[in-house]
Every structure is written in structure tokens, then in C-alpha cells.
């Protein structure tokens, strides 16, 4: 009978660690600069040669993209690396 509330407890814990890996904001934030990255990035490779001059021979949009993308993904990174410490039910976090 405790085997089974010892697996009850460990099944809630695991949900609530995986909702808290889901929604911790590093991965939000980094989710979101690799999107845009990607985006901008793709709109660099393609810039015409009057947006170019525009920005004094800069290809800006790459730049930038690039710049996101790497930014986002160290982002995902430390995520990964250092992820959230779900405090168990006897723990008040003080």
C-alpha cells in the first residue's frame, strides 16, 4: 500500500517538473529569438542590392539574424544545461 503512494507522489512530481521545463521562460525566450532568426536571417540572404546600400553596404538583416539565432540558441542551451529545480511538496522555497 505505501509502494503505491510513493508512485502516485513520484507521478505528480514528474508532471509538475516537466510543466515547469516547459514553461520556464529561457525556453520561451529562446524559442522566440530562433524563430526570428531564422526569419531575419532568411531575410538577409535574399536583401536586394538597394536594401544593402540603404544600410551603407551592411547586410544588416543577416547579421542580425545570425546574431538572434545564436542568441536563442544559447538561450535553449542553458536551458538544457541548468534546468529548473521543481521544489518537492515539503519544501515552502524560503
Known amino acids: 500500500m505505501a509502494d503505491d503512494e510513493l508512485i502516485d507522489k513520484t507521478e505528480k512530481l514528474e508532471g509538475r517538473s516537466s510543466a515547469a521545463r516547459l514553461f520556464d521562460v529561457r525556453v520561451v525566450i529562446g524559442g522566440l529569438f530562433v524563430i526570428y532568426g531564422v526569419i531575419v536571417t ?12 540603404k544600410a551603407q553596404g551592411v547586410r544588416i538583416n543577416l547579421w542580425m539574424g545570425l546574431t538572434m539565432l545564436v542568441l536563442g540558441l544559447l538561450f535553449l542551451a542553458w536551458a538544457r544545461w541548468r534546468p529548473t529545480k521543481v521544489p518537492t511538496e515539503g519544501q515552502d522555497g524560503n
Open 42 to 53: 532568411l531575410l538577409g540572404v535574399f536583401d536586394s542590392q538597394s536594401e544593402i546600400d
